[in-house]
């Protein structure tokens, strides 16, 4: 049985920081692309970012780029999004999910697996 668990959530003022994090399980993590999507109240679900299954290779949505990080230690089958930088247009559930082979640039919806979502909200 496959499961993403995200945390790390909560909230912080404009201009804080948060670091989420994606446990995996029940899957050959290091085959996986990971990526991070978000969705605000009355909005699409968007990318944030990716991360191919070897770690060499990034993608950033251009609202989030040079604020965020996203990284994997394929050791211990987790994903994290370091946010920096944080501003109240961020706030939005967080998603993490699993692409097999992922290239990285794919939609949501040729991902293969979802967590359930963890919670940012940022005041200004």
């Known amino acids: 049985q496959v499961q993403l668990v995200e945390s790390g959530g909560g909230s912080v003022q404009a201009g804080g920081s948060l670091r989420l994090s994606c446990a995996t399980s029940?899957?050959?993590?290091?085959?996986?692309?990971m990526g991070w999507f978000r969705q605000a109240p009355g909005k699409e679900r968007e990318f944030v970012a990716a991360?191919?299954?070897?770690?060499?290779?990034?993608y950033y949505a251009d609202s989030v780029k040079g604020r965020f990080t996203i990284s994997r230690d394929n050791a211990k089958n987790m994903a994290y999004l370091q946010m920096n930088s944080l501003k109240p247009e961020d706030t939005a559930v967080y998603y993490c999910?699993?692409?097999?082979w992922g290239g990285g640039t794919t939609p949501p919806h040729e991902y293969d697996y979802w967590g359930q979502g963890t919670q940012v909200t940022v005041s200004s």
């Open positions: 991360i191919t299954w070897g770690g060499s290779s990034t």
């Open positions: 029940g899957l050959p993590f290091s085959r996986y692309t």
């Open positions: 999910a699993a692409e097999r």
